[in-house]
């Protein structure tokens, strides 16, 4: 028999952060309901993203005894600054000027950075100001870590994170002070696949809180 669901949504998600930060690698493994065995060796052989890529998972979530199917579409644009763009690629600024007409609206944007990398991790506040023009005053955010499996190597501690965290929710607040979205933190692994299912719900709980729906 076909389950039954109280409700059905689509919703959109944007990794956004810099090159090698994991969001290629991420998409791909929320996409996936297990990993591979082989999965760490071919983390090494993916592209950066040149254009967007569009990846997609069903998910299906309880929440207060309503059940919820949620299809998570993924955009995944390149991570190049323009300001540092060569003659080769595409920057995030270019990606997002040509399909500006198909990216309606985001529902939960991710901030990737990679908790061995400080640097990635203080370029958040770049990556929040090229945001703010394809959001709304519902876009729900997650600042992701990546690359967890390092967490011996780690630049992040989670007292910075605490910090940054209340200063990206004031930098939102300030550039678009009609938002009235959530920002949410986690640290996750594409290789040993530690926290994606936590990250799923994350973001499956953004897509129905983006819609309108309460849930809290």
Known sequence: MPENFDNKLTGYVMPIGNGAVGKTSLSLTLEMNDLPADWESNLNRLHKSHNLDFRYYLDTITIKDVTYQVLQQ???????KALDLSEK???????????????RRVDVGLFLYKINDIDSYNDMEYWVEKVMDIINDSTNFIMVGTHLDKS????????????????????????RPTWHGYLNAIEVSSVSGENIHKLR??????IILASGIKIV
Do not use: A, H, W
């Open 89 to 103: 690629g595409r920057s995030f600024e270019n990606v997002i000027e040509i399909y500006r007409s198909m990216i």
């Open 74 to 80: 993924y955009l995944v644009p390149p991570g190049q």
């Open 152 to 175: 011996d190597m780690r630049e992040v501690t989670p007292q910075i994170l605490e910090v940054g965290k209340k200063y990206v929710y004031g930098l939102l607040k300030k550039r």
């Open 201 to 206: 719900k994350l973001i499956s709980g953004g």
